[in-house]
């Protein structure tokens, strides 16, 4: 969490950082602040609240400078607080320092720094970082960089500024994202690429411990020896307009719209990475065969994609598969070992408890495969294998178009696996791959419907506790449909098993209680449709979720089509409703829809 971005260059820094931050802004949102370089020592501006009061408090300022660093804070050991706001600044004024992670050994070096007369004026971890810098500098700031990273424990991605140097931003990293863009103009740090992206898509993506030293005409590379590193930038694809929101109302429905054409371009390089020409093996040779179990392990919606993708996996390979959340997975001792293959899935590649699990994974010896959507991301390089999902920079805080693309990269990879265990002929998984590339065009048909699910939604802000039931495939979507809303529109709202209820839930329906049941499994249909006349007769309103419906059931039933698909993939399309659910109930509620509050998009820290 925590966006940092830093500039060196001949343009004013100030617009540079402050658009950049914007773009980093879904990485916390409880203070910004900014820090340029002037002519008597830094020009500090830090305002508690979204970036907005930032810009406010910044309104018509003359501040100007070649060089300068941001900051955008979700909060972990300090109260949001233009004191605690980033960033932070020695008390000699010397060293000004942006930091992501938690320094878990702060305390320790508070202590120290204390006894040794240095006063602290923030409740934040990251404090002790220009303190420790100012108190070790002594003349070469590269020297300096080493020794502050050898003292700190934990978590970090560090851009700093000395007084003494102009002209140079030094940055290093350890467990957290830094990237380094090159333009013509000047040189960056950013958490992430789209805060550099309207200035160049030229990258180097940093490695833990190594720093980075840039000025306006160019960046070095060292290690912690002080000896210089060859790197090689990397050319982003992403375009600058897909981290605009181009006239939509928030990036979240922009994103929920885009899913036709990024579950297309996703299904075709799964298909190229996963499937063709040899089914199941994943880029770099790996094969199923080699495997008695599958672990899939993820956080948040992520693990919602693992919780549908075991449903695929078994019935299509006959493989046992668990899902785990990775914060669990990682504290376990889970049984894994060289004839496991662990899959993490992540958007950002860079989610903390991710991260640890893999590394967990991989230390008893088992296989590590990564669906990633960000390239050059902690666990898209340090998985075994890797398959990218090209659903472009995701903004919104909740995801939408990046769990599309997770599923379907999870279904490629299952008729793979299938077809190379002999579990489908090649014919059967050849239909099964055109039942998978049939989904962008039906969802198509969904995001059709947007008027009709809008004015359902938009009845919906009254309730103040939502139901969600399926069953089999249907319950592990119904997860993802309650996060969802839960995530955005502050409504309580949990998912349960449709076999399940009478065992509990059911005590907590009641007259005008909405439950939201989804029915993409034909051969359940009559299933679920005896939970809905279960809650209907104990008094609650059913929003169904299907292919057809028998009736309205005395108008307490409300239905959205879904297109037919195999049961199997039918959490691509019932997923689109759900998205567009929630998006309108948390818009007819005037939420802060893309930042949502407590939430941030990458979970860097434990
Ligand atoms: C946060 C986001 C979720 C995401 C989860 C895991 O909670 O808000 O949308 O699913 O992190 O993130 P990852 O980047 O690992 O997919």
């Not at 049984?335 to 699990?357: F, H, K, M, W, Y």
């Amino acid at each position: 969490m925590c966006g940092i971005i830093g500039y060196v260059g001949s343009e004013n820094a100030l617009p540079i950082i402050v658009k950049g931050l914007k773009k980093l802004e879904y990485r916390g949102y409880d203070s910004a602040g900014i820090a340029l370089f002037g002519a008597a020592g830094f020009d500090v501006v830090k305002q508690k609240g979204t970036l907005s009061a930032l810009e406010e408090r910044l309104a018509g300022s003359t501040l100007s400078s070649f060089m300068g660093i941001g900051h955008t804070r979700w909060a972990t050991h300090g109260e949001p607080s233009d004191i605690n706001s980033h960033p932070h600044v020695g008390s000699k004024g010397r060293i000004a320092v942006v930091h992501n992670g938690i320094i878990e050994n702060y305390r320790q070096l508070r202590e120290r720094l204390t006894k040794r007369g240095i006063d602290f004026v923030s409740q934040t971890d990251s404090e002790v970082i220009p303190q420790l810098a100012e108190y070790y500098y002594d003349g070469d700031m590269l020297d300096t960089v080493v020794k502050v990273t050898n003292a700190l424990g934990g978590s970090y991605a560090l851009g700093f500024m000395c007084v003494d140097e102009p002209g140079t931003l030094i940055a290093v990293k350890k467990d957290n994202p830094l990237i380094i863009g090159v333009s013509e103009h000047g040189n960056f740090i950013a958490s992430d690429v789209p805060a550099v992206l309207r200035h160049t898509n030229k990258v180097y993506y940093l490695d833990d411990a190594e720093i980075a030293v840039l000025t306006k005409d160019g960046v070095r590379f060292y290690n912690q020896d002080k000896d210089p590193v060859t790197k090689t930038p990397e050319t982003v694809t992403w375009s600058v307009d897909s981290a605009e929101k181009g006239g939509w109302p928030h990036f979240m429905l922009k994103e929920i719209m885009e899913q036709p054409k990024i579950m297309r371009d996703t299904i075709r390089a799964a298909a190229e990475q996963a499937y063709l020409p040899n089914p199941g093996a994943a880029a770099g040779g790996l094969d199923v065969a080699n495997f008695d179990k599958l672990v899939i392990t993820a956080c948040g919606s992520a693990y919602n994609a693992g919780v549908v993708a075991k449903y695929v996996f078994e019935r299509l390979c006959r493989i046992p598969v668990e899902v785990e959340l990775a914060s669990e997975f990682r504290y376990k001792d889970p049984i894994v070992d060289e004839r496991t293959l662990v899959i993490l899935v992540s958007q950002s590649g860079e989610t903390a408890d991710t991260i640890a699990a893999m590394r967990e994974a991989k230390s008893k010896g088992a296989v590590t495969l990564s669906i990633v959507n960000v390239v050059g991301s902690t666990i898209s390089k340090e998985a075994d294998h890797c398959l990218m999902t090209l659903a472009g920079p995701e903004i919104a805080v909740a995801t939408t178009k990046a769990f599309s693309a997770q599923l379907v990269v999870l279904y490629t990879l299952a008729v793979g696996f299938a077809v190379r265990l002999g579990k489908l002929t090649p014919e059967q998984g050849q239909g099964m791959l055109e039942e998978i590339e049939s989904l962008p065009e039906k969802t198509e048909t969904i995001l059709e419907q947007v008027d009709a699910i809008q004015k359902y939604a938009s009845e919906c802000i009254v309730y103040k506790s939502i139901f969600f039931i399926g069953r089999n495939i249907d319950y592990a979507i119904a997860m993802e449909g309650s996060l969802k809303l839960k995530e955005i529109s502050y409504i309580h709202s949990e998912a349960y098993a449709g076999g399940e209820l009478k065992h509990g839930t059911i005590s907590l329906v009641e007259e005008n209680t909405l439950v939201v049941a989804i029915g993409g499994c034909e051969r359940l249909h009559g299933k679920i449709m005896s939970n809905i006349e279960q809650v209907i007769s104990r008094g609650a309103k059913v929003l169904f979720i299907g292919n057809s419906r028998e009736d309205d059931m005395g108008g307490k039933l409300s239905f959205v089509a879904i297109p037919k698909v195999n049961e199997l993939f039918s959490p691509s399309l019932s997923v689109i409703v759900l998205q567009l659910f929630s998006y309108y109930v948390a818009a007819n509620k005037g939420l802060d829809i893309d930042k949502p509050r407590n939430l941030a998009k990458s979970v860097t820290v434990e």
